[in-house]
């Protein structure tokens, strides 16, 4: 069965006020072109989650779009601190649950088990676990371990309503993979009621039949599988293409504050009528061709 | 291990005398060997290069880190306590005024999991503090059996400066003066610092790099100096 579709039909499937898990991982894989297209049709009220914050968590909190971030931490590296993020939890105006990576995973994990909550060993002792105490309710409980007495932390499931992963590869089924590291996404895949896949190549499912043993996210999971080249732009897609130095940096600077924030996005995502027109905004063809990775670096 | 001066010191460590270490990146890499470690963050495709394992958070974080096969975790801070207490999330007022920075990723669970930690921070006043603002990573909280009885695994072993190297007391968990650096007087070291460490009887002068360490972290690990200066 197709699950072809577009990017603004996969985006128009997401109702205002949903829970998003988001791929990305600081400046790699990141749902970029899903966030562009969300923030043009006026997503409100989502509750996003991500182990590691990514551009596409930062751009979707800086445009309004997000009330909740349920995560771990996260900056973009060298490059700095995700800047409406930073504002937004500064000012109060985020609501946040905060992690760490594991415990975040730990919560996809148990999640994608249908487990009803998970033990775990971090969080102990440190004003991460004291915040969560605090929320109501809350998303962290003790429990005496029934084997050997012992008291444990557990933490809740996550399960949100929809995935939204960035893959190298997939089918019009959704069967996909994920070259490179993986960090969250398959247990966010798993624990979501539904996934969207954004591929940068699409295969015959005959070509996903030839070696099934790269499979991540299964096909039976997914609701919309959307094709859309450099969809994770400026961000990278290990084996496809580069992040793209100068991109981000154009972004860290306009996101330093919300005028140049507003004026990042008039520019980049109001400007164009879609991912298409952003890529020609870009430069078209001939800009991205020098991202593409080296087949033996993956960079 | 996070990113920055850990992974140099790392790189270096597998290059001199510990060749079969495990390199470990949280997102899940196994034994990358980057053509230079002078990279963008563990996001950036060029630390991930000739890894014998790409794999995943719920891998490397859960039957690596949790289950308690990783023998060192190297952490860098914002702030650290006499405790060892380690902050990467703000600085000011958690409640009030506060300016916001990474948070843990996977910095409290290697803190909480690893068999012991090494914590790498600048020597300067507003790092080396009686309290943190926010306490991200546990060292030994409180101190006096606290951290065990809370049970967390291992603890903070080392924390390396710019000036000198501390270690912990044995029984009262509190920072310990172990050496100072060549380049560092005593005065230094304590003006700079808004604690007091525990003093040794006799104080050692911390070994320098040898030339050949030193040639490889300039030359071949970050020749860049993009981390190292």
């Not at chain 2, 990358?32 to 794999?55: C, M, N, Q």
Request: aromatic share 8%; proline share 6%.
């Amino acid at each position: 069965m197709t699950k072809l579709a577009t990017c603004a039909e996969a985006v128009a499937s997401i109702p205002a006020g949903a829970s998003v898990a988001l791929s990305g991982f600081a400046t790699a894989r990141c749902a970029m072109a899903f966030a562009h297209e969300a923030i043009r049709q006026g997503i409100k009220g989502l509750t996003v989650s991500q182990c590691v914050a990514g551009i596409d968590a930062d751009i979707l909190v800086g445009a309004g779009a997000v009330d909740r971030i349920v995560y771990g931490g996260g900056s973009r590296g060298r490059s700095g601190q995700h800047a409406c993020l930073r504002r937004s939890i500064e000012d109060g105006t985020l609501a946040t649950e905060e992690f760490s990576s594991l415990s975040t995973t730990f919560r996809y994990l148990a999640g994608s088990l249908g487990l009803p909550f998970i033990p775990i060993r971090s969080l102990r002792g440190s004003d991460i676990l004291k915040g969560l105490q605090e929320l109501d309710p809350s998303p962290v409980a003790t429990v005496n371990d029934p084997f050997t007495g012992n008291e444990w932390l557990v933490l809740k499931p996550l399960t949100p309503d929809v995935a939204v992963v960035q893959v190298q590869v997939a089918d019009e089924d959704g069967n996909a993979w994920i070259l490179g590291p993986r960090w969250d996404n398959e247990e966010q895949a798993k624990a979501s009621a539904r996934t969207i896949v954004f591929t940068e190549r699409l295969v015959s499912t005959e070509a996903i039949r030839r070696a099934p043993e790269r499979t991540v996210i299964p096909g039976f999971r997914v609701s919309h599988v959307v094709h859309l080249p450099f969809s994770a732009h400026p961000t990278s897609v290990y084996k496809v293409y580069d992040f793209d130095a100068g991109h981000i940096k154009l972004y860290a600077d306009a996101s330093k504050t919300p005028e140049g924030f507003q004026e990042y996005l008039d520019e980049y995502v109001y400007g164009v009528k879609n991912h298409w027109g952003y890529l020609e905004l870009l430069g078209g063809l001939e800009y991205l061709s020098s991202l593409a990775a080296d087949p033996v670096l993956g960079y | 291990m996070g990113l920055g001066l850990p992974v140099i010191a790392t790189f270096l460590a597998k290059r001199t005398h510990a060749p079969n270490i495990t390199i470990m990146f949280e997102l899940g890499v196994i034994d990358s060997e980057p053509i230079k470690v002078g990279v963008d963050g563990l996001s950036d495709p060029r630390i991930w290069y000739r890894a014998k394992i790409h794999t995943s958070f719920a891998d490397m974080l859960g039957s690596v880190l949790h289950k308690g096969l990783v023998d060192v975790g190297f952490l860098g801070g914002l702030e650290i306590d006499p405790y060892g207490n380690l902050n990467t999330t703000l600085l000011g007022d958690p409640k009030g005024k506060f300016r916001r920075f990474t948070g843990s990723g996977g910095g409290n669970d290697v803190a909480s999991n690893a068999k012991r930690t090494v914590v790498i921070i600048r020597h300067e006043a507003r790092k080396l503090n009686k309290a943190v603002s926010f306490m991200t990573s546990p060292g030994y909280l409180r101190g006096n059996g606290e951290r065990e009885r809370m049970g967390l695994r291992g603890g903070p072993s080392r924390v390396i400066t710019d000036k000198a190297v501390f270690g912990f007391d044995p029984v009262s968990k509190r920072m310990r003066l172990e050496s100072i650096h060549p380049n560092a007087t005593i005065d230094d070291v304590l003006s700079n610092m808004n604690f007091e460490p525990i003093m040794p009887d006799e104080l050692p002068v911390t070994a320098p790099p040898t030339a050949e360490q030193v040639r490889l972290i300039r030359e071949e690990i970050d020749p860049e100096g993009m981390y190292a200066g």
